[in-house]
C-alpha cells in the first residue's frame, strides 16, 4: 500500500475497527496524526511497522486514525522504532485515560494519584476488585451493547486500575460493600466463586481493609447511594459519585465532608474486615 492511499484512509471513518468507543477523546487523535507523521518521516509502511511490532496494517491504521486506543507497550515500541525522542511517550497517560468512559477518565487521574481511597459499593463489585472474568461480564451486560473491541479495552483499563494495591508508597484503601452486592452471581456460579476469592485475597494486604453491610442492619447511613473518597498527595480531599453514567467530582469542603461522615458511619454498622472475611468464607462454604 502506497502513502497515497494511507493518506486517503485517514478520510473514511468506515473500514476495520470503525465502531470504536467514542474516543472522541482529541488525545487520541493528537496521539494517531504524531504516530503518523513520525511513519511517514521514517519511510515505513504501515504493513511494514505493523509486522515489526506484531500488529497488523489495519490496526495500525486505527492507531493513526484515533479509533482505537493502543496499549502503552505499543507506544514505547513505536517510539523507540520511529526514534521520535519520546514524543510518543509522553502522551501514554493521556492516552491510556481514553480507555476509561469519558464520565469516568478524571476520577481514574484522581484515583492513580490518590494516597488514601475509601469506596462504597452498593451494586457491583468495585472496579478494583474485580477479577478478569467479572469484569467481562458486567462489561457483556452493559447497555447499550458495548462492541468487543470496547470490552477488550474497558476490560484492560479496568485491570491497570488495580495496580494501586501494589503501588508504593502504599495508598491505605478501605471498602464497604452491600452483602446484597457479594450475593450477585453474575457471570455465573464460577465467575462468582473466583470473585469472592479475590476479594478475600485482597483483603489480607495490611493497606487494605474490606467491610461488608450486612442485609440484616436496621440501621444504615448509605440510602443515598455508592461514593468514592479520594486524599490527595497535597491533602486535597475529593469526594466522587456516579449513577446511570452521570458522575460528580466533588471538590468543596462541605460537601465532602459530608460524605466522609456518612463513610464514617458505614463503617461503624457494617461488620469489622475479620467478621466480614468470615461471612465472604461463609457464602464460598455454602455452595
Not at 500488529?55 to 522504532?81: C, H, K, N, W
Not at 454498622?269 to 465472604?280: F, G, K, R
Request: with cysteine; hydrophobic share 40%.
Amino acid at each position: 500500500m502506497n502513502e497515497s492511499t494511507q493518506w486517503a484512509e485517514d478520510d473514511d471513518p468506515a473500514g476495520d475497527d470503525a465502531a470504536a468507543p467514542d474516543p472522541g477523546s482529541g488525545i487520541l487523535r493528537v496521539f494517531g496524526r504524531q504516530l503518523k507523521r513520525f511513519r511517514v518521516r521514517a519511510g515505513v509502511e504501515r504493513s511494514e511497522f505493523g509486522a515489526r511490532l506484531g500488529y497488523s496494517a489495519s490496526t495500525i491504521a486505527a492507531y493513526e486514525q484515533g479509533r482505537r486506543v493502543p496499549p502503552p507497550r505499543f507506544i514505547d515500541q513505536a517510539d523507540e522504532l520511529l526514534d521520535a525522542g519520546e514524543v510518543l511517550k509522553e502522551m501514554k497517560e493521556e492516552v491510556a485515560r481514553a480507555q476509561y468512559p469519558a464520565f469516568f477518565r478524571d476520577a481514574a487521574k484522581l484515583e492513580a494519584e490518590a494516597v488514601e481511597l475509601h469506596v462504597y459499593d452498593t451494586h457491583v463489585v468495585n472496579g478494583l476488585l474485580q477479577t478478569e472474568e467479572c469484569a467481562r461480564a458486567v462489561f457483556g451486560m452493559w447497555r447499550p451493547i458495548l462492541d468487543e473491541s470496547v470490552i477488550a479495552e474497558r476490560i484492560e483499563a479496568r485491570l491497570a486500575r488495580q495496580q494501586i494495591f501494589s503501588r508504593r508508597p502504599h495508598p491505605h484503601v478501605s471498602f464497604v460493600i452491600e452483602e446484597a452486592v457479594l450475593r450477585k452471581r453474575l457471570g455465573g456460579r464460577d465467575v462468582w466463586r473466583g470473585q469472592l476469592q479475590h476479594i478475600l485475597l485482597v483483603s489480607q494486604s495490611r493497606n487494605v481493609e474490606v467491610q461488608v453491610m450486612p442485609l440484616d442492619r436496621e440501621e444504615h447511613a448509605g440510602l443515598a447511594g455508592p461514593f468514592t473518597l479520594m486524599e490527595m498527595k497535597d491533602g486535597r480531599r475529593i469526594a466522587y459519585a456516579e449513577v446511570q453514567s452521570d458522575s460528580r467530582l466533588h471538590t468543596e469542603r462541605g460537601k465532602v465532608r459530608e460524605l466522609e461522615a456518612t463513610y464514617g458511619s458505614l463503617r461503624a454498622q457494617a461488620l469489622t474486615p475479620w467478621d466480614s472475611q468470615a461471612l465472604i468464607e461463609k457464602l464460598l462454604g455454602d455452595q
